[in-house]
């Protein structure tokens, strides 16, 4: 089974869109494939990016029919900030994320792990998550990154982060507000050292 970890340059820059794309491209080519959220924030009463992923893995994967929520998403907090935040600082036991990830792996060939935040999310004082992604031994983390102005910065700050713990990364751009603008005042750069671009 393969792991990909799914991760960003901050929040809201489209690690679910991008997941769920990854999804059904996977099962297109013949994968059986399932989603985790190791830890989602701002929950009320179910966790509003995880039902996307398990409504997804359900429709695409029927050896899913019996796994529930807290099977995707196996930990959540009220208040959306960073789960170290969220918790109140209480020390996030992360064993139910293993258990999930046992429960998932024999039912896919294909699980995608999509983090919280960035990977300087703290979810423990001192443990962040680009250190669940390296203890997960993922085989690929896929970096979302935005196409406006500052994504030069954002994109290599977070991809030397990973290229510093040697942990397998590809970058996809995500460009929700329309690549004119992308193409004039950031692409150069990227051009220039030549940056392989992929595009959600």
Do not use: W
């Amino acid at each position: 089974m393969q792991k990909i970890f799914i991760t960003a340059t901050n929040t809201d820059i489209g690690k679910t869109f991008t997941t769920l794309k990854l999804m059904q491209h996977y099962a297109k080519e013949g994968y059986k494939v399932a989603a985790l959220k190791p830890i989602e924030t701002g929950v009320d009463k179910f966790p509003p990016d995880g039902m996307k992923l398990l409504t997804l893995s359900q429709n695409l994967n029927p050896n899913l029919k019996n796994i529930t929520i807290e099977d995707i998403v196996p930990i959540t907090f009220e208040l959306p900030a960073a789960p170290f935040i969220a918790s109140q600082a209480q020390k996030i036991d992360l064993d139910p994320i293993y258990k999930s990830i046992q429960k998932l792996q024999p039912l896919c060939d294909v699980l995608f792990i999509e983090g919280a935040g960035g990977l300087y999310v703290p979810i423990n004082k001192d443990y962040f998550m680009i250190d669940l992604i390296e203890d997960l031994h993922v085989n690929k983390t896929i970096l979302v990154t935005h196409c406006d102005l500052g994504c030069i910065n954002d994109t290599l700050l977070s991809k030397h982060s990973l290229d510093q713990k040697k942990i397998p990364n590809e970058v996809y751009f995500n460009c929700k507000n329309g690549r004119e603008n992308f193409e004039k005042v950031s692409k150069p750069f990227f051009d220039a050292i030549d940056f392989k671009i992929n595009f959600v």
